[in-house]
């Protein structure tokens, strides 16, 4: 069966000229004559390769398409005609049978369809190369809509993907574009991806948390998770009545301020992304929708996206060093958070920066493509062997989907400016005397529950002293100068700790009379209070003069 579907695959690679990876394989080599033979290798031949491209994975079928997809938002990896050709496959497939669905609803909840809803549509509203969906109203008559797994789709995926590690072994051993697409890693993402997809218990849980984040908000709405209906492959959720996205006549029709809509998509991406660390990775046409009172609502949470805390931070630093032009900074920020070898010169990469960015900043504001900006740099980066990690991949796939939509809306939106204020605040946010309260808020327990060793520690560590039992080692006299420095070192260390500790007691007390003495976290007293603490601290940890 395998043997078959490959030649499939093969067949339809010839079909679409795309033999240049053809005859990668070795037993094709010896026979390329006769491609010189076939009439349709010439009127293919025509077509634009990312075209060819495209057409050949709509002909291999649903798992391909998805593929595709992933591929095209690694503009990073990919020529930009190809992935822009690839961005145009639409994973829309003919519906499995309704009978096979309510097989499968019936028998992951053990009810009959007639006792699990008051009303059961067979006609699926929507049909993807997963699951498919249909609509129905729950006894309480509330309408929902019931997402279902295809029937043997993980077996047919484990099939595809084996195929595709082969093909894709054998571009990356005798294609001469392979060690740099390295496309392995290319199907090792898509395999995790897919894979996540299948998991509709996974996908209620991102729904739910995504809804907790945004409960009450005046901007974004998530439609409610019916938990007694959740299973590995039946989700059923609210269903939601609103316009699409990219109608845009509808919207208008509202009275809705379209500049304000656009504006509002990027603050939700921003606050998803850095607020709340958890942001919506698929956010295309078809998953957004407007309702008629101005907010976003979404749709289909199989992929979901969070940045580590270093993340956030340089990814914020980075953007608003690119506002300002200064890419030395960038260059610099790049090295630092490990995104580039360490051993890369930081001369060299502010100057290929520069390169890429100097003449798209001579264009007007509103007429800057953040997103693609953000993949002209992981390309420059690229030549100084980053490695781009899938979390950052995420990031510029939903920022591309979020621009577009915003400039769909409102074709003068200046991501720039709508972006920077908040990233300006949040920064502002993560430093400061707010930033140290939370953060030791956040810590108290732990440091509570170990502040009672810290005296015993210190005991210990001056008995040594006293004893002589920290330099017992270091008796020779030819190593009586680096003796002399770990003695200056060890009293450093203990004053240090002595300084940290005081630091600690009164950040804690602080933190403990907030409550009965509000008046100390007001900024005047404490500023001023983490300024003498700090100094005395200083002061404790201070080397003082050699002694001999």
Known sequence: MKTLRLLNILRIFLRYGLDEFLFLFPPFKQVRFLLLLSPWHWLNRRRPVGERIRLSLEALGPIFVKLGQILSTRRDLLPEDIATELAKLQDNVPPFSSKLSRQIIEKSLGQSIEQLFAKFKDEPLASAS??????????????????????????????????????AGQLEKRWSEGKRLRPVDVVKEFEKTIFDELDLIREASNASMLRRNFINSPQLYIPEVYWDYIRKDVMVMERIHAMPVTDIEAIKA????????????????FTQAFTHNFFHADMHPGNIFVADDGRYMAVDFGIMGSL????????????????????????????ESNWVPADTRV?????AIRSVCEPIFERPLAEIS??????????????????VQPQLVLLQKTLLNIEG?????????????TAKPFLENWMKDQVGPKAFLRNLKRQAPVTLERLPEVPLLLHG??????????TTALKSDALDGIRSEILRANRRSVLAILGTGLLISAALL???SAATLPWLTEPRWLSGGLAITGLLSFIAAWPGRPRS
């Open 461 to 470: 560590v001056l008995k040594q002293m006293h004893d002589g039992r920290l």
């Open 254 to 269: 509202t009275g809705i301020d379209l500049k304000q809509l656009a504006a509002m998509g990027v603050e939700i991406f």
């Open 130 to 167: 997963v699951a498919q969906v249909h609509s129905a109203t729950l006894n309480d008559g509330k309408e929902v809509v019931v997402k279902v797994l295809r029937p043997g789709i993980a077996r047919t995926i484990r099939s595809d993907v084996a195929l595709m590690y082969l093909l």
């Open 308 to 335: 580590t805390e270093e993340d956030k931070r340089y990814l914020a630093e980075n953007f608003l060093a690119f506002f300002q032009r200064d890419y030395r900074r960038v260059a610099e920020l790049h090295v």
């Open 510 to 512: 602080l933190e403990v």
């Open 347 to 351: 001369d060299e990469f502010e100057s």
């Open 370 to 387: 953040f997103g693609h900006l953000l993949v002209r740099l992981f390309q420059t980066a690229r030549r100084f062997n980053m490695e």
């Open 405 to 417: 939509l915003g400039r769909q809306l409102y074709p003068q939106l200046d991501l720039w400016q």
